[in-house]
């Protein structure tokens, strides 16, 4: 079973920046889909942006375009969500996810095997 452990976040003001890491153990994340979600209070969980099993383009919802951007290092076994010019709509939990078989499209889905307990970010003045 794949293991996923998010860090990376915390209290940052409007502007600021944050990078998310999601540590993989378990096996290595070289073929893996992965996907970063949030979910803010009273609200679903939507999807932030994704990368595909087939390593393709990756997506990012229209909310956080020019903004965030997901990577992965597979040397460290790690994926990321580097956040940029940080706004208070950003704040929520944010999640990672990987999955070996994952169709990563605009929507977004969350349609993935393995979570990670998730991470709270707070953008707040």
């Known amino acids: 079973q794949l293991q996923l452990v998010e860090s990376g976040g915390g209290l940052v003001q409007p502007g600021g920046s944050l990078r998310l890491s999601c540590a993989a153990s378990?096996?290595?994340?070289?073929?893996?889909?992965i996907g970063w979600f949030r979910q803010a209070p009273g609200k679903e969980r939507e999807g932030v942006s994704c990368?595909?099993?087939?390593?393709?383009?990756?997506n990012y919802a229209d909310s956080v375009k020019g903004r965030f951007t997901i990577s992965k290092d597979t040397s460290k076994n790690t994926f990321y969500l580097q956040m940029n010019n940080l706004k208070p709509e950003d704040t929520a939990v944010y999640y990672c996810?990987?999955?070996?078989?994952?169709?990563?499209?605009?929507?977004?889905?969350?349609?993935?095997?393995?979570w990670g307990q998730g991470t709270q970010v707070t953008v707040s003045s």
């Open positions: 996810a990987a999955d070996l078989e994952y169709y990563c499209t605009g929507d977004i889905s969350d349609f993935l095997e393995n």
């Open positions: 378990g096996y290595p994340l070289d073929y893996y889909g």
């Open positions: 990368i595909g099993s087939d390593l393709g383009s990756p």
